[in-house]
């Protein structure tokens, strides 16, 4: 009798503590301040070239974002792109992230952006998986990629995000924030280029 006691007593302290870390992994969905940067979660197709994996932080300070996976759908080849991020308060960046193909940005939304130089990706294919990081120690893709393209600057740098700071640290964000990372502009092999929001 004692020993199916102390059973039942031991699972009731594990069914709270489980309820307990629940709870706060609820109120942890959105944050007070802080900074999330996601990408676009919608079917294939909407773009020609879709970010479908993202690496964010990293052990040097002055990087926020340091690689990416992208994924080819077009059938033409393409030979450069530039990466473009937007940023906007949590909420609407949360709803952003799910936004369907025809959703254009609002600039007024947009409470930051930025983008990459053009990135020489040689000659992505269509269904290719391709990982572009700024730093070989922080190549690894949850993806099997085709090739790994290495870039001598930060992806998203924490320079480029101190505005939405008081003091141009992280402790410092003056509010909770969601950015979306998506490939901005396309150069295809065949000289055409392609813009996201605009048509071909």
Same mark, same amino acid.
């Given at each position: 009798m004692k020993h199916r006691t102390l059973v039942l007593l031991v699972i009731?302290?594990?069914?709270?503590?489980?309820?307990?870390?629940?709870?706060?992994?609820?109120?942890?969905?959105?944050?007070?301040?802080?900074?999330?940067?996601?990408?676009?979660?919608?079917?294939?197709?909407?773009?020609?070239? &879709? !970010?479908?994996?993202?690496?964010?932080? /990293?052990?040097?300070?002055? $990087?926020?974002?340091?690689r990416v996976t992208i994924k080819s759908l077009s059938q033409k080849p393409v030979k450069a792109l530039k990466l473009r991020w937007d940023i906007y308060q949590w909420d609407i960046g949360q709803k952003k992230h799910r936004d369907s193909c025809g959703e254009v940005a609002d600039s007024a939304e947009i409470i930051l952006s930025g983008n990459t130089p053009l990135i020489d990706v040689g000659r992505l294919l269509n269904g290719e998986l391709y990982s572009i990081s700024s730093h070989p120690q &922080? !190549?690894?893709?949850?993806?099997?990629? /085709?090739?790994?393209?290495? $870039?001598?600057?930060?992806?998203?740098?924490w320079d480029q995000l101190k505005p939405l700071t008081t003091d141009g640290t992280f402790r410092g964000l003056k509010d909770a924030y969601a950015g979306i990372v998506y490939v901005g502009e396309i150069h295809f092999e065949d000289g055409t280029r392609w813009e996201a929001g605009k048509k071909l």
């Open positions: 009731s302290i594990l069914s709270l503590q489980i309820t307990f870390a629940q709870s706060l992994r609820q109120q942890g969905q959105e944050p007070r301040k802080g900074l999330g940067m996601l990408y676009y979660f919608r079917p294939e197709g909407c773009h020609p070239v &879709e !970010i479908i994996g993202i690496t964010n932080g /990293s052990n040097r300070p002055e $990087v926020w974002t340091s &922080e !190549i690894f893709s949850a993806q099997r990629v /085709s090739k790994t393209l290495l $870039v001598d600057y930060p992806l998203i740098g």
